[in-house]
DNA sequence: TGTACATCAGTGAACGCGCGTTCACTGATGTAC
DNA sequence: TGTACATCAGTGAACGCGCGTTCACTGATGTAC
């Protein structure tokens, strides 16, 4: 149930509360003898996640070795059993989370792009912006970026023919919120955000609406290509500065070439 | 010893001679019960990496696996570290071959780019036929492109300092086939017909040469996203038409934004 | 031309680790009466 | 308010597979004499 897992991530990230989303404080955790060692552990599906995430932080996908993390959280080896079908369900809670931040990341870049006056200009920078957040993010969470786009056999594929090129010539000159028709991808999916800035662009004026098809994808990939370059590809031996230089020279020419 | 891999790798290509270069027929290949199920198989170093390419080819990195390696050349199980001193060397080996074979479509795409007169025409085409190789191998033979961007623990980073903004500066303007400056990628390494097609563009009066720097880099993540997104990403439920069209937009935004 | 011997290139059995997963179990908890 | 009982959430031992790697061995080959 990817909805819960979601629901779970949002939970973590605002600092691992307890109570289920309206509820004051779970019964369970006011328990006499919460925290103590006790037989029943109250949280143990959260808490799974919590240090699933940081096994997948230090160390990738691979890193979420379903023994470690339960031996993290003070269970034994089959305890995770009762809250998970089986390592891949944990894995893909642990992608939906890592997704999740890499898109609050993004957007969190957007919110303090100053405004540069026209709506031609804002829209440019946005862009740029969550381009930037997008590397940046790869960049300081190694683990949990390659985690974000570790395939997962259970899932079947996130975005699908009606994601890219029915929206890019139906919708593309719109700067209504992305419908159904945006695909399996959630709203708050990464390359949402970055559609939502070519849209931007588009309403903007800034990129004519008859070569917006595919623009999107084609903006993704290219920060993507960046990303991992840097993360495990061969260019991972460049400093920062070098990655920087790289980085705005693709920014440039996108820029100029959306003209 | 990367060299005497490379060599093999050309053997490979050439149809699986047994011959080591220069010289006529292996004394070996010519014994009597040769083709017989003889104890001693001759070629076995050859044979192997074959096999590997093979599993490669069809299953990715992690597909090379030692004893399916071995038992496909029908030796035991540990006839290969005869040959090779861990997986890992082999698995290097193939990841050589990889590297060459992506390379080779590269070339081959660069020399069939009909001359449609001006220079900077024709640097502008072969860029994007080199792009386009790039990502058509990796939509081919997605096996071999995984494996040619495998992370090598045992190999230590390919591009370093002196490969990038260096020459981007000093040599950017040059037509001038690559030095050794250009750091430890291989001459014939994908990423050096980049390079070359970019400092074409420069000689060609296209790209300035002050917008120069990074661009190779740039222009490589570009065309790896999109491989990259279309192979394992999210990208790859696109049917192959939606794909093209993605990366002809990639291709429309460089060129607009070289200039 | 034949023989002894070093060397090379295989064999095949086994070791050992990592790790997901199963299974019969037991302690704790909430609820019906 | 206490007791019986179903249910839930843990335990811990073990299974079993995949797979790299080691080791003592043996068959084949080339070479010195």
Redo the contacts with the bound molecule.
């Keep these: 149930m990817p909805s819960t897992d979601a629901r779970e991530c949002v939970q973590y990230a605002r600092c691992c509360h307890h109570e289920k989303a309206g509820q004051p404080v779970n ?2 955790s006011a ?3 919460a925290g103590a060692d ?8 959260q808490t799974l996640l919590e240090h699933a995430v940081e096994l997948a932080r230090a160390g990738g996908p ?1 890193a ?5 993390v ?1 031996r993290r959280a ?10 998970y ?4 369900a944990l894995l893909a809670a642990v992608t939906t989370y890592a997704e999740a931040r890499l898109a609050d990341t993004m957007m969190a870049s957007l919110r303090s792009v100053p405004d540069p006056g026209s709506r031609a200009r804002r829209a440019t920078a946005r862009l740029r912006a969550a381009g930037q957040a997008y590397v940046d993010f790869a960049l300081a969470e190694p683990g949990l970026f390659r985690t974000a786009f570790a395939p997962d056999p259970a899932r079947p594929d996130h975005v699908t023919h009606a994601s890219l090129v029915q929206r890019g010539s139906d919708l593309g000159s719109l700067t209504a919120p992305p419908t159904a028709a945006d695909g399996l991808v959630g709203q708050d999916h990464p390359f949402q955000i970055l559609i939502r800035c070519i849209d931007d662009l588009v309403a903007a004026g800034v990129l004519a609406s008859d070569r917006r098809e595919g623009l999107d994808a084609a903006a993704w990939a290219a920060v993507h290509g960046l990303a991992t370059l840097f993360l495990d590809g061969p260019l991972r031996a460049l400093d920062s500065a070098q990655k920087q230089l790289v980085t705005d020279r693709l920014h440039d020419v996108f820029q100029q070439g959306l003209k």
């Design positions: 019964a369970r328990r006499p003898h006790r037989y029943h552990h109250g949280n143990l599906r691979d979420v070795v379903l023994r470690d339960q003070g269970v034994s080896n089959s305890a995770a059993y009762r809250h079908a089986d390592r891949d």
